[in-house]
C-alpha cells in the first residue's frame, strides 16, 4: 500500500516532531560561530585646554570615553623624509562606521578624554614602529560645522604595540 500526503502535510509532521526528534520540547539555544578577531589598539588622549576652548568630534564610546571619529583623526608613521600618513593594507572598504556623532567639549582650565583607535589589520604600521596620533579640533560645534579655525592636535611619538591600550596627554596653547 502506498501512502500520498501532500507536502505540505509531510512538513508540519517533520516540524512538529523536532521537539521529539532531540529528546526535549526544550528550544534548542542559537548557535553562536566566531568568524574573526581584530586585535584592536586603544591610545587614551588627555586633552587639557588652556586659553581656549577646545572640541572634538566623537562616534561612540568605550566605556565613558568617547571615540574619535575616523574622519577627524589619522595615524602617522616616521619615514626617513619625515612624518607620512600611515598607509592602509587595502584600498576597499571604509575604515570606521556610521555611528552618532558628538562633540566632547573642555573650557579653559578643563581636560578631556578621547579615544583614538585602529587595527593594524587594516593600517600598514609594524609593531614597535614609531608612530603618532594627528586629532583635528575646533573651537566649538559652529566653527567644525563651517570647517573654519581647525586646530591640529599632534600626540608625541611612540612605538606602535601589538595590540592594547597607549595614553598620551597634550596641552593646548
Wanted: glycine fraction near 10%.
Amino acid at each position: 500500500m502506498s501512502c500520498k500526503l501532500p507536502l505540505n502535510c509531510v512538513a508540519v509532521l517533520l516540524l512538529g516532531a523536532g521537539p521529539l526528534l532531540n529528546g526535549s520540547d526544550e528550544p534548542r539555544p542559537p548557535r553562536v560561530e566566531l568568524h574573526g578577531v581584530i586585535p584592536q589598539v586603544h591610545i587614551a588622549v588627555q586633552i587639557r585646554a588652556t586659553d581656549r576652548q577646545i572640541s572634538v568630534p566623537y562616534c561612540g564610546l568605550v566605556g565613558s570615553d568617547p571615540i574619535i571619529c575616523t574622519q577627524f583623526g589619522h595615524l602617522e608613521m616616521e619615514t626617513p623624509t619625515g612624518w607620512a600618513p600611515a598607509p592602509r593594507r587595502t584600498g576597499s572598504g571604509v575604515l570606521g562606521a556610521e555611528r552618532e556623532m558628538g562633540l566632547k567639549v573642555a573650557s579653559p582650565g578643563e581636560s578631556m578624554f578621547i579615544v583614538f583607535e585602529f587595527s593594524r589589520r587594516w593600517v600598514a604600521v609594524e609593531t614597535g614602529q614609531t608612530v603618532r596620533v594627528v586629532l583635528d579640533a575646533w573651537p566649538d560645534q559652529s566653527s567644525m560645522d563651517r570647517q573654519v579655525d581647525r586646530i591640529q592636535l599632534t600626540s608625541p611619538p611612540f612605538k606602535c604595540p601589538e595590540s592594547g591600550i597607549g595614553f598620551w596627554v597634550t596641552t593646548l596653547q
